[in-house]
């Protein structure tokens, strides 16, 4: 069991940057791969970015160069450095732990989610 919590959310001005971040518990950590979800107003839930256990980063095509997930494995903690913020990722972000597997990323724990308002 993993639990996650994430911070770092709150209101932004277009083309402005934030960081999220993901703190999560217990020894596995390190095992899992993490991954960025995020949920917009009327819009299904879709995947920003996730990252393997041995730290490798994959992004939607519709992030690269905005959006960079990280690691820290020491501090049981996964980030989100998001820049150049337009109202379009106005959204829910969650935090995940999962498994990758052919690249293929499937999460199985979710945190509460932080929210993100990008607005002028």
């Known amino acids: 069991q993993v639990q996650l919590v994430e911070s770092g959310g709150g209101s932004v001005q277009p083309g402005g940057s934030l960081r999220l971040s993901c703190a999560g518990s217990?020894?596995?950590?390190?095992?899992?791969?993490m991954g960025w979800y995020r949920q917009a107003p009327g819009k299904q839930r879709e995947l920003v970015a996730a990252i393997t256990a041995a730290g490798t980063p994959n992004y939607v095509d519709s992030m690269k160069g905005r959006f960079s997930i990280s690691r820290d494995n020491a501090k049981n903690t996964v980030y989100l450095q998001m820049s150049s913020l337009q109202a379009e990722d106005t959204a829910v972000y969650y935090c995940?732990?999962?498994?990758?597997?052919?690249?293929?990323?499937?999460?199985?724990?979710w945190g509460q989610g932080t929210q993100v308002a990008v607005s002028s």
């Open positions: 995940t732990a999962g498994r990758t597997t052919f690249n293929f990323y499937q999460p199985a724990y």
């Open positions: 217990g020894s596995l950590f390190r095992s899992y791969s």
